[in-house]
T-cell receptor
Framework: DVKVTQSSRYLVKRTGEKVFLECVQD?????MFWYRQDPGLGLRLIYF???????EKGDIPEGYSVSREKKERFSLILESASTNQTSMYLC?????????FGPGTRLTVL | GENVEQHPSTLSVQEGDSAVIKCTYS??????FPWYKQELGKRPQLIID?????GEKKDQRIAVTLNKTAKHFSLHITETQPEDSAVYFC??????????FGTGTSLTVIP
């Protein structure tokens, strides 16, 4: 059974803070993804990674960066959090074409 | 890039009736079309998918159809039950590349 975990379910941060969201998968998947989910906008891809040390920009990378130092871990970084980054963040890993999502982190930026 | 549109955004049906959710896509190179279900407070999970070399796929009460010429695909749920209430997302993409998701359909099955 594939397991994708995220470091926090809920997070509250202040404007300007540096925020780290971590995602870990236990199935040795090469592909990992970060999405944000907003009502009426669906799932929008922020960044993805096909392998360790590799990263690719998705559709909305502005204001975000990522890190993938180990195969099982994919981190999303908000360098300076802003209120418009308040959202649900979903991590996913992929095997063949099936994406396995984490439980999500609801981030509120005050 | 790919553009996926999904309709309707909300759908209410009586228990036992059928529900249909439709998506269109723009990139004719897309060859993989998954559907994800997200129950309230839970993570999205794959429920069915279809590839471009197939016109229809069925799994018990759910089915997906694909019309490559018109660039649209649909999810059909028959004999709906209260546990089918959820948000459903369609997606389109090329195998091995990123997928593009629709904006979601909130389905409510009324007992």
């Amino acid at each position: 059974d594939v397991k994708v975990t995220q470091s926090s379910r809920y997070l509250v941060k202040r404007t300007g803070e540096k925020v780290f969201l971590e995602c870990v998968q236990d199935m040795d998947h090469e592909n990992m993804f970060w999405y944000r989910q907003d009502p009426g906008l669906g799932l929008r891809l922020i960044y993805f990674s096909y392998d360790v040390k590799m990263k690719e920009k998705g559709d909305i990378p502005e204001g975000y960066s990522v890190s993938r130092e180990k195969k099982e871990r994919f981190s999303l970084i908000l360098e300076s959090a802003s209120t418009n980054q308040t959202s649900m963040y979903l991590c996913a890993s992929r095997y063949t074409d099936t994406q396995y999502f984490g439980p999500g982190t609801r981030l509120t930026v005050l | 890039g790919e553009n996926v549109e999904q309709h309707p955004s909300t759908l209410s049906v009586q228990e036992g009736d059928s529900a249909v959710i439709k998506c269109t896509y723009s990139d004719s190179a897309s060859n993989y079309f998954p559907w994800y279900k997200q129950e309230l407070g839970k993570r999205p999970q794959l429920i069915i998918d279809i590839r471009s070399n197939v016109g229809e796929k069925k799994d018990q009460r759910i089915a997906v159809t694909l019309n490559k010429t018109a660039k649209h695909f649909s999810l059909h749920i028959t004999e709906t039950q209260p546990e089918d209430s959820a948000v459903y997302f369609c997606a389109a993409g090329i195998t091995g590349n990123q997928f593009y998701f629709g904006t979601g359909t909130s389905l409510t099955v009324i007992p």
